[in-house]
C-alpha cells in the first residue's frame, strides 16, 4: 500500500511528498526543491530506504535540491517529461532570480512519458502527462490508493500560472480535464502548494474547470 508524508519545502513553501511502500518501506521523493536536512530527517524518522527521486516539473521550487539530492546519496532521477529540458537548463538562473540556494542542472537517469508507469517497492503509479504550466509537467496517480502527486496543474481552487515562459493556458485545462477528470472524483489530489482536495471538489466549485451541477 502506498503511504506519503508531505513536506513544504523552500520560501514558496512547496509540497515536497516522501511516499513509500508500506510493505517494503521503500521510498521516493517527489519534487525535492530544497531544505534537503528536513526531508532526510522525515526519511529517518519513518525508518524508510530513499531510493528514488521522481520529478513532476523542472521549476526551482520543484527541482532545486535534485542534483545535490542525487549525488548525496546516488539516487536515480526520473521525470520529468523532456519538455521541460529548458527548464533544468536555467535551474542556475533561476535560484539567482528567486534568491534560492545555488541550484545546478542534472541529467535526469530516466525522462517520462504519458502512459509511463513509475515504482517503489510494491506500488505502482502511473504517469500521465499534463503539460499546460510547463511543456514537460507530468503527474504521479495512484489507483490503489486514488491519490494523485499534481505538482503545478491544480491547486484547491485554483489552477497553475501560465505566464511563464512554455505555459499555456487552453493546454492547461485540457490537461486537468481529458488527464486528471477521468482519474475519478473522489480521487484526493496533493498539489504543489496548499491543501489538498479531490477532483470532484474541483469540478463542482473550482471557477477555472468546473463542469457539474452542485
Ligand atoms: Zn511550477
Ligand atoms: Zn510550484
Known amino acids: 500500500m502506498l503511504q506519503y508524508q508531505t513536506v513544504p519545502v523552500t520560501p514558496f513553501a512547496q509540497n515536497c511528498s516522501i511516499v513509500w511502500c508500506s510493505s517494503t518501506l521503500k521510498a521516493a521523493v517527489i519534487d525535492p526543491g530544497g531544505e534537503l536536512d ?9 525508518g524508510l530506504q530513499l531510493e528514488q527521486i521522481w520529478l513532476t516539473h523542472a521549476h526551482i521550487d520543484h527541482a ?20 521541460d529540458q529548458f527548464w533544468i ?13 545555488e541550484s545546478k542542472p542534472f541529467t535526469p537517469t530516466r525522462w517520462l512519458n504519458d502512459g509511463d508507469t513509475v515504482q517503489i517497492g510494491e506500488c505502482t503509479l502511473q504517469v500521465r502527462h499534463c503539460p499546460g504550466h ?4 507530468v503527474v504521479f496517480y495512484s489507483e490503489d490508493a486514488k491519490r494523485a502527486f499534481v505538482g503545478d496543474v491544480l491547486f484547491a481552487g485554483s489552477i497553475g500560472r501560465t505566464d511563464f515562459p ?11 480535464r481529458q488527464r486528471l477528470w477521468p482519474m475519478g472524483n473522489d480521487t484526493v489530489f496533493i498539489p ?10 474541483e469540478r463542482r466549485r473550482n471557477p477555472y474547470v468546473r463542469d457539474l451541477q452542485f
Open 89 to 101: 537548463d536555467r535551474l542556475a538562473e533561476q535560484s539567482r532570480m528567486f534568491n534560492f540556494p
Open 38 to 46: 528536513k526531508l532526510l530527517k522525515v526519511v529517518e524518522q519513518k
Open 192 to 201: 504543489g502548494h496548499g491543501p489538498e482536495s479531490n477532483f470532484g471538489e
Open 134 to 137: 510547463t511543456p514537460g509537467h
Open 166 to 176: 512554455g505555459g499555456d493556458h487552453d493546454t492547461l485545462i485540457d490537461s486537468i
Open 64 to 83: 532545486g535540491g535534485t542534483a545535490a539530492l542525487a549525488e548525496q546519496l546516488k539516487l536515480p532521477i526520473i521525470g520529468p517529461h523532456t519538455g
